[in-house]
């Protein structure tokens, strides 16, 4: 069960062990979500050729492959990555930015997801009900969808695959193959932010480095981002300022603010 | 004639039907043009690998090519994507960031304009002087020459090729075969904040998206861009704090902001 | 020797002669950096195609290599770039991020020290030991080597290379084949906002264009980069702000500041 003290425990090991994520993502949100994993306490490295992904594997505690811009060799390292972690044994965390959109992306999506079997899947309502297959429209890399009717598709993807799959919306529901943590957190300011997904896509790769329970870590991860979000969209004249102030939240975020401001169900 | 009336009208029109905006652009800005774009109510979605570019055009409103950081598969892209968005006869927008800077640069841009016919080419006064083959000087990407010393080769520039030609600086020309629209806001901090034109190049690919009077709309972009300009220069203490406070200013940019400070000539 | 008098003599260089600097750099920081070269006055231009690089550097002061996140393609760009530079005689500055972390990043930085002879080198701790060929842990590209246990090496290094090599981290050390200059400016703040290295690196660019006694010019970045942090940190609730307010603060320097704050020893 989610509760404040499971949260804060994630981010206190999150902070303390600061942990290496190895991100292939794309050339929008680098800037963003390598910030983001310096602000909560990880360690971001990023690296995408192929020659040398999978050393950076090896010294890395998670791997989070993010398809924003793909292109093929990037996609040959993203699988290379991929392998390499399972191999190692570290979580893998996929974020399908804009699958639905192109059918390249969608293919791409399930070959990492057939290929590498990753741990977490995270995206918006469209694109994890392109990835079911299901015929769903989708506005480029935002969701036309509902988060609520892709909770279905979610579970079944998660029985399909055995992974956790994350649809982030105004909720955001945690799914695995028999239950659903929704969390609550959030701001409609964060939607006017570029990167938001990835960076939450981020965040979920730093907590599965230090709690392999991963629905939980990967809630954790999510009302983190949540908190942080909500109250930086207090202080924000808009989204420019959300985006300075967002880090600053997830920075200094405390205890305190997890206890008053946490709201998940499981 | 463009008055306070058409731009608040148009960026109405961004704003309710929120056009889908495929920017093939360059590394360095694509997050702050995808944060402006955001800001101003638009979706934008950034996509580069040939293997997908058609697709994305096809559920695109506009499509915005920016050289800035140009490499073979990325031109090919453009190539691609340029061609598809003319068939499907959405607008086509050009930033030739550099033109005159390397040959590549200038040829790529020429390619572009021969093969893709833009509607509307925005640049500074360096960079179109460097598509009209006249001798010019260039700084990399900033231009030493005088947007005035630029109108006579845009008006050529425009008769030869059918598009809107847009000169960025102290003050914006925007330029069709017969008229020369001038919009006289901004603030020279815009200059020390990187990638302020690229981003009002993905601003006119917003406008164009909803109408199709490509003169107005590309003219109401560069008032938008100026006004928001003016606004967040005056709260900034310098160019970190205005990069964010733009993106505020066009969320927030209210039709009293725009009447109040308009300073456009037909 | 290093004085109050010194970096603001060359500060002033520097905006007074906006040298163009080329960069060939990663992904991750390319905004960022851009940004710090205008806000000290300089003239930032991003140009990593094989096609273009040797007609980008025949209009540029200075190169600046960094291989945050590199590629085959990118590879060969810096490799040419940096022959074209040294054939030009304009100072080239490398930033090996991540050396140590990938055999591909080891290995590359010293193909391209071999090739291309930089004139200035600056990494973390980590970084520097690496390219010594000692055994040294790193944690992706961030150091978990001392300033202090590197400085042997990196004087080893210089006189191996001729380069002066910046040991950067809570102190920086610059370094010849027979003299140490100590940096002590800056804010542990610094090391949790992405790229701040990289922008180091950049800032040593744009000042070695206008001085070419090399230790004393990047002695002269390396401070006004930590006086800059020092005044941001003072005023930032995080990471997030601390990145727009460096901008700021880099823009708006003065000679008192650095009067005030300079804390450097030869």
């Known amino acids: 069960m989610i509760s404040k003290e499971s949260v804060i425990k994630d981010l206190k090991e999150v902070r303390s062990r600061s942990p290496l994520v190895h991100n292939i993502t794309n050339s929008v949100v680098m800037n963003n979500t390598a ?21 950076m594997v090896k010294i890395a505690s998670s791997l989070v492959i993010n398809i924003g811009t793909l292109s093929p060799s990037w996609v040959e390292a993203m699988l290379k990555a991929g392998l390499a972690a399972k191999k190692k044994n570290i979580p893998v965390v996929l974020d399908p930015v804009g699958a639905g ?14 290929e590498c079997k990753p741990d977490v899947i995270r995206g918006n309502a469209s694109e994890i009900m392109a990835l079911t297959c299901k015929q ?10 509902s988060s609520e009717s892709a909770v279905h598709g979610a579970t079944t993807l998660a029985k399909d695959t ?15 193959n028999k239950s659903v943590i929704q969390v609550q957190n959030g701001s409609p300011l964060m939607g006017k932010v570029t990167g938001m997904g990835c960076t939450a896509t981020a ?19 999510m009302a983190v981002m949540g908190i942080a979000g909500e109250l930086a969209a207090k202080r924000s004249a808009g989204p420019g300022t959300m985006q300075a102030y967002f880090l600053d ?3 200094k975020l405390s205890d305190k603010d997890i206890t008053n401001l946490l709201k998940a169900v499981s």
Do not use: W
Request: proline share 2%; aromatic share 6%.
């Open 101 to 114: 959109a192109t059918a390249y992306r969608t293919q791409t999506s399930l070959q990492i997801i057939r």
């Open 249 to 251: 939240e997830l920075y």
């Open 162 to 176: 055995g992974a956790i799959i994350i649809i982030s919306g105004p909720v955001d529901y945690v799914v695995d």
């Open 136 to 145: 769903s429209d989708t506005k480029g890399v935002d969701s036309v969808a």
């Open 35 to 55: 910030n983001a994993l310096l602000a909560i306490g990880a360690s971001p490295v990023m690296a995408h050729a192929v020659e040398e992904v999978e050393d």
């Open 203 to 221: 965040l979920v790769g730093a907590f599965v480095a230090v709690n392999c329970d991963f629905i939980m870590s990967s809630a954790h991860a």
